[in-house]
């Protein structure tokens, strides 16, 4: 038997998925077109600076011997260092890393970072892998890229089932090689070891200073407002406790097992609690058990998909009865949809503005660990809400200027500044 086999699982299909480079170059080009990129800078910008694909041979705990894929694209590098998550999953494909890199790119020009845009990650099903298989593979992986990372080259952090202690492994691996601490190779990383106070609430914190920010323009009061929210992991989570202190009524949640709705409201700091101690929401007692696809139709005001991309689609789209989406995953709404939710009156906050509160947070802990001196939580926070709230404002500027979404507004920022950088800095032959 191939023994790749037994660790490999077909993904489960993804019903109306449209392919995520495709969606992401379908709003590249409207904003291209806007403000009349030039034909050269288009293809520039539209092809990946880098992309590498590296096979990872690991001896695995029975002593058999296995191969995994692996992948980093850097999608550019025109701002300063690439920057981008890495993720351990079975159903990662190259195409889908040069949306999520190309992405990076422009959520690192809408916050105003020194970055470019980087995604990487293993075809691998973590959940099959021991905790030692799951080291040897993170550090094979790092020494096979050992000339592409690096603190002033490209600087990983944690996505989709990798977290702290995969970064620490990659900090570790790459300091072994290059015989010093090299703490800003990575950033996630645990506190002890350079990572920055704030980095873990970062996200949510971004996603609740951007959806107070639309509340204000559409001149409701967060108490007098309503929301549903979509995974309740870190984003959904963190986004879901702060709107909470705020006062936002929240009457939906959801995970991977389902979802629940309250019309009086959840009690966010009980519903942590009781995720901790059952590992899902859905067996909460004072709540009406629904489905996905219900939530995600709720009457509300503010709609957060937090889980994963895909969820409102050219299908559903119509039926979402929100004022404000704020889109705290990478790509909830595909490029189809978009059209649908703009006639519908809809304020969609796109993603690579809702959730730029990590990658800004990320660049703060690279700042921290290049000066070798941390800041203390309340500077970090502030600094943050400062990075969000004016990111926020020069979207809605330029989608006013414009006349277009917030979603085509935010990639004419990103466009225009890297594409600018890139006239004065020209092309080297
Ligand atoms: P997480 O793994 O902590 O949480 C994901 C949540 O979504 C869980 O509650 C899970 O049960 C739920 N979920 C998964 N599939 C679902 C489904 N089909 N329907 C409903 N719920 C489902 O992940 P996270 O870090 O919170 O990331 C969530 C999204 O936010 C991802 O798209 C990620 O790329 C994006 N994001 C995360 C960060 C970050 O700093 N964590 C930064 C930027 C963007």
């Known amino acids: 038997m191939n023994s790749f086999a037994s660790h490999y699982k077909e993904p489960a299909p993804i019903l109306d998925k449209e392919n995520p480079f495709e969606s992401m170059m379908e709003r590249f080009e409207i904003a291209a077109k806007i403000i009349g990129l030039d034909q050269g800078l288009y293809n520039y910008l539209k092809a990946p600076t880098k992309q590498v694909i590296t096979s990872i041979p690991i001896t695995m705990d029975n002593g058999t011997l296995e191969i995994f894929e692996g992948y980093r694209v850097i999608h550019n ?6 920057k981008g998550g890495i993720r351990f999953a079975p159903d990662i494909s190259l195409d889908e890393m040069k949306a999520l890199a190309a992405w990076m790119t422009w959520k690192c020009a809408i916050v105003n ?26 550090r094979r992986f790092t020494s096979n890229l050992l ?4 603190p002033d080259r490209d600087i990983p952090a944690p996505d989709m089932n990798t977290n702290e202690q995969t970064m620490a492994w990659i900090m570790d691996t790459y300091s072994m090689h290059s015989k010093r601490t090299e703490t800003a190779v990575v950033t996630g990383k645990p506190s002890l070891i350079g990572g920055s106070l704030g980095r873990r609430e970062a996200t949510g914190r971004g996603v609740t200073s951007v959806v107070l920010g639309a509340l204000h323009k559409l001149g409701i009061k967060p108490n007098d407002s309503i929301a549903v929210i979509q995974g309740f992991g870190n984003v959904g989570s963190v986004t879901a406790q702060a709107l909470y202190e705020q006062g936002v009524k929240i ?7 389902g979802a629940i709705y309250n019309s009086k409201g959840f009690n966010i700091n009980e519903m942590i609690d009781h995720v901790e101690r059952h ?9 009406e058990s629904i489905t996905n696809e219900e939530l995600l139709e709720l009457q509300c005001d503010v709609l957060i998909p937090a889980a994963k991309e895909d969820q409102i689609t050219s299908k559903n789209a119509k039926k979402v009865k929100c004022k404000i989406i704020a889109e705290g995953a990478n790509g909830p709404t595909t490029a189809k949809a978009d059209p649908i939710l703009q006639s519908n009156g809809i304020l969609v906050i796109p993603d690579i503005l809702a959730n730029a509160g990590g990658v800004t947070v990320s660049y703060f802990e690279w700042v921290q660990d290049r000066m070798g001196y941390f800041w203390t939580l309340d500077r970090v926070n502030r600094r943050l809400d400062r990075m969000m709230h004016e990111a926020f404002t020069n979207v ?8 277009v979404s917030l979603r085509i507004g935010a990639y004419i920022i990103a466009i225009e500044k890297v594409a600018q950088t890139l006239k004065l800095r020209g092309i080297y032959a």
């Open 251 to 257: 009457v939906g949640l959801s995970d991977v097992n």
């Open 396 to 403: 809605y500027k330029s989608a006013e200027k414009h006349n």
């Open 279 to 287: 590992k899902t929401l859905i067996d909460y007692q004072n709540a």
């Open 147 to 150: 000339d592409v990372f690096g």
């Open 77 to 82: 590098n025109v701002l300063g260092p690439s």
């Open 113 to 138: 970072i020194p970055f470019g845009g980087a995604k990487g990650g293993i075809k691998c099903d973590p959940s099959l892998l021991s905790q030692a298989e799951l080291e040897r593979l993170t």
